[in-house]
C-alpha cells in the first residue's frame, strides 16, 4: 500500500513546491561510467519536470535534491512521516498547496523519486555500475533544466543500451530456468513453453481467433497484469484475442498449445514487445478455453463515423 501511494502522490500533483538553485560548477564525465550515471540520474528527473504541474518554478530544487539523494541510498524508501508531510503540502485530493510544508514536503517527493530510482535498479541488477554522484548531478540538472553536457542523441542512445543489456542478463537467466523444468519444452523461436496440464483439443494457427485467460508476470516474477483479475473488478467473460494482432510471442507460442490446457510461455523480449519495452521478456500463464477461425470468437469492431 505504501508504495501505491507515493506513486499516486506523483501522478496527481507530484510537483507542487519550489525555489531556484542553480550552481554553475565543472562535471567530470570522462568516463562511461561518468556518462551512463549522469543521463540515468537526468532521466528520472523527468518524473518531476515532465509531470505537467503549473507550479514546477515554485519548486524548491534544495529540499528535492537532497530528498532524493536520500531515498538513492535507502533501503527503508517511504516512511509514514514522509507520506503525511506530501500530505500537508499538497492536501488531500493533491488540489492544495500549504507552505508550511513546502521544504518537508518537497523533500520527501524527492525521496520518493529517490526511492523508485533505488528500486528498479535494484531490481534490474544495475544499481553497482553506477556512480551515485555522478547520479545526482545528473538528477539537479534534469531538475534545472540545464542537463546539456551531453547530446540528446547520445543520452537516449545511453540510456536504451544500458536497460537492454540487464534485461538480455536477465533473460537468459529466466529461460534457463525454465528450459530445466520437467517436461518443458523450447520451440525453434526460443520461446519455452512448460506444460502444467496439456489439453485435449486442436491448436490454433497463426491467424485464429482464441479465447484464454492469462497472468502476466515480467522476468523477475512482477505481476504485470491478469484476465482473472480484470473479471472481478469489471466484470465479463474471458478476453478474446487474433493471433494475427497480438505480439509475436504469442502468434508463435500458442500453435504450440492445445486447447483446454494450461501452461507457461517464457517469451524472449525480442518476441515480446521488443524495443518499445527495452527487450524486456515476459511470462505468461494461459489457460487456454478456446480457438476458431478469424471473426468466429473475437467480432469485428463496427466502423466508428468520423474516423
Request: hydrophobic residues 35%; proline residues 3%; aromatic residues 10%.
Amino acid at each position: 500500500m505504501l508504495k501505491f501511494l507515493y506513486i499516486a502522490v506523483f501522478a496527481t500533483v507530484l510537483v507542487s513546491c519550489g525555489e531556484d538553485n542553480k550552481v554553475e560548477e565543472q562535471v567530470d564525465l570522462s568516463t562511461f561510467k561518468d556518462k551512463l550515471s549522469y543521463v540515468i540520474g537526468a532521466d528520472h528527473a523527468k518524473m518531476v519536470t515532465e509531470s505537467g504541474d503549473t507550479n514546477l518554478l515554485r519548486l524548491d530544487y534544495n529540499a528535492l535534491i537532497e530528498g532524493f539523494e536520500k531515498g538513492v541510498k535507502s533501503h527503508e524508501g517511504m516512511t509514514q512521516a514522509c507520506i503525511e508531510s506530501i500530505q500537508g503540502l499538497l492536501g488531500p485530493d493533491g488540489q492544495d498547496f500549504d507552505t508550511t510544508y513546502l521544504e518537508a514536503g518537497c523533500n520527501c517527493i524527492g525521496v520518493s523519486v529517490g526511492t523508485v530510482f533505488h528500486e528498479r535498479w535494484t531490481k534490474l541488477g544495475g544499481l553497482y555500475k553506477l556512480d551515485l554522484a555522478k547520479v545526482k548531478i545528473g538528477f539537479q540538472h534534469g531538475i534545472e533544466k540545464r542537463d546539456t553536457l551531453i547530446p540528446s542523441a547520445e543520452r537516449t542512445e545511453i540510456a536504451a543500451n544500458f536497460t537492454n543489456d540487464l534485461n538480455k542478463i536477465i533473460e537468459v537467466a529466466l529461460l534457463t530456468k525454465a528450459k530445466a523444468i520437467s517436461g518443458s519444452k523450447v520451440l525453434d523461436n526460443g520461446i519455452v513453453v512448460e506444460v502444467i496440464q496439456e489439453g485435449k483439443g486442436g491448436s490454433p494457427l497463426a491467424n485464429s481467433d482464441v479465447k484464454a485467460d492469462y497472468i502476466l508476470t515480467n522476468a523477475k516474477g512482477d505481476t504485470l497484469e491478469s484476465s482473472f483479475q480484470y473479471k472481478v473488478q469489471r466484470g465479463g467473460e474471458s478476453p478474446s484475442f487474433n493471433l494475427a494482432q497480438v505480439i509475436p510471442g504469442w502468434t508463435q507460442g500458442f500453435q504450440s498449445l492445445k486447447k483446454g490446457g494450461k501452461y507457461r510461455m517464457y517469451i524472449p523480449g525480442e518476441l515480446a514487445y521488443g524495443a518499445q519495452s527495452n527487450f524486456e521478456a515476459l511470462c505468461f500463464y494461459i489457460e487456454f478455453i478456446d480457438f476458431g477461425e478469424a471473426g468466429s470468437i473475437v467480432k469485428p469492431q463496427p466502423p466508428q463515423f468520423g474516423r
